[in-house]
């Protein structure tokens, strides 16, 4: 082996390893959000004591975050609105989790439920975010809708009367927290999801003909310029 060639390897193996214990955040599950309306689409208004009722499919493992956008309010509102998270099972809905929202005197449009212990779903088919508007409201809250998602996974119903839209929410499932070398095997079903049985191959043939060929030129003998032999007449 060309003498040369040992520092370079130690630093591409310096490098590698430093890749393989970088931290990283990768998604396990496909979160949902409502596509984005158009500027002044929608807004459903939720009296004192009234309740918004969202379901949607399940599409992860556990909940992390719930996301549910208010709509604009000429005036400040002050009060309270419980959220529910309910699950269906077989035997039926429970409730999983409760949350309240204090409405202040400046309205945040898109709020933030997030959960420490996400919220475990194994069997569960379907979701529902209800939003239940505190009695001692003085006036109603607007949740902003999309009019153009109505489909009939995603049932959207005010006062228990069905509403012909899509409220704007977010579920943000579990994320996988650790180091590259565990999550090798997330991290190659993430980059190859869109790839077949053939396609996968090539991509792992390719990619394995890159670590040769940056070890090859690590092995190969830097060039130097001949020494000048200088002659004294």
Do not use: C
Not at 198 to 215: E, R, T, W
């Amino acid at each position: 082996m060309v003498s040369g060639a040992w520092p370079r390897l130690a630093a591409i193996g310096a490098a590698f390893v430093l890749l393989l214990l970088a931290p990283v955040s990768i998604p396990v599950d496909d979160d949902y959000r409502t596509p984005a309306a158009h500027w002044g689409d929608g807004v459903v208004a939720i009296k004192p004591g009234g309740v918004l009722r969202q379901e949607l499919p399940v599409t992860g493992k556990a909940i992390r975050e719930v996301l549910l956008e208010l709509g604009e309010s000429s005036t400040p509102l002050q009060g309270r609105l419980i959220v529910e998270i309910w699950r269906a099972r077989e035997e039926g809905w429970t409730k999983i989790a409760t949350r309240t929202i204090v409405l202040e005197k400046t309205v945040r449009l898109l709020r933030h439920l997030r959960f420490k212990k996400p919220l475990k779903l194994k069997g569960s088919k379907r979701l529902a975010i209800v939003v239940r508007a505190a009695p001692e409201l003085r006036r109603p809250v607007k949740v902003s809708i999309n009019p153009q998602e109505q489909t009939p996974d995603f049932a959207l119903s005010l006062d228990g009367a069905p509403v012909r839209s899509t409220a704007q929410i977010g579920i943000l499932y579990q994320r996988f927290e650790g180091r590259v070398a565990t999550a090798l095997p997330r991290i190659w079903r993430r980059v190859t999801v869109l790839l077949g049985p053939f396609g996968k191959s090539l991509f792992f043939v390719g990619f394995g003909l890159l670590l040769l060929g940056i070890f090859a030129l690590a092995l190969t003998p830097s060039r130097t310029s001949p020494q000048q032999s200088t002659v004294k007449d």
